[in-house]
């Protein structure tokens, strides 16, 4: 027999965390990271359908912060002008109280897109997105499906 499912078990973004390089992110307004998979197409003979082979994957997400500091610019600015793109752990906790348990994924090697320097506009509050792209995760934990 089937588990009852209730709303108290979806899990709220509240309780996520950041760490960048072993290090916090207090300032984090959101995190995602996803694979895009990549197919081509494989025509059937003999069917008017045409199915797919998988060819590999890429990684991507975005980090979106509160503007409450210099971060990005500390970590990235002299190593971009020295013609080096870092690459970064990026780790994400979601542990929900209320839920059947809890996520834990580390991106092994993240590297930004972009770097914002200057970003402000007069009664809003400050937000820094930073883009990145990767190729490598590890699953530490995850919420089991019943």
Not at 2 to 20: N, Q, Y
Not at 66 to 81: E, P, V
Not at 122 to 133: D, Q, V
């Amino acid at each position: 027999m089937a588990t009852a499912f209730h709303g108290e078990k979806v899990m709220s973004g509240t309780f996520g965390e950041v760490w960048l390089d072993g290090k916090l992110v207090a300032e984090a307004l959101s995190m995602e990271a996803k694979i895009e998979i990549e197919k081509e197409d494989v025509p059937l003979a003999g069917k008017f359908a045409t199915d797919s082979k998988f060819m590999g994957y890429k990684g991507s997400g975005t980090l979106k912060m509160h503007k409450a500091n210099s971060r990005m610019i500390t970590l990235l600015s002299d190593q971009i002008k020295k013609g080096i793109n870092p690459r970064f752990m990026i780790m994400s906790k979601l542990k929900d109280p209320a839920a059947d348990g809890g996520e834990v994924i580390t991106i092994k090697d993240a590297c930004f897109n972009d770097l914002s320097l200057v970003n402000w506009e007069l009664k809003k509050k400050g937000e820094i997105e930073a883009p990145f792209t990767f190729t490598d995760w590890t699953v530490q934990d995850f919420v089991k499906v019943d």
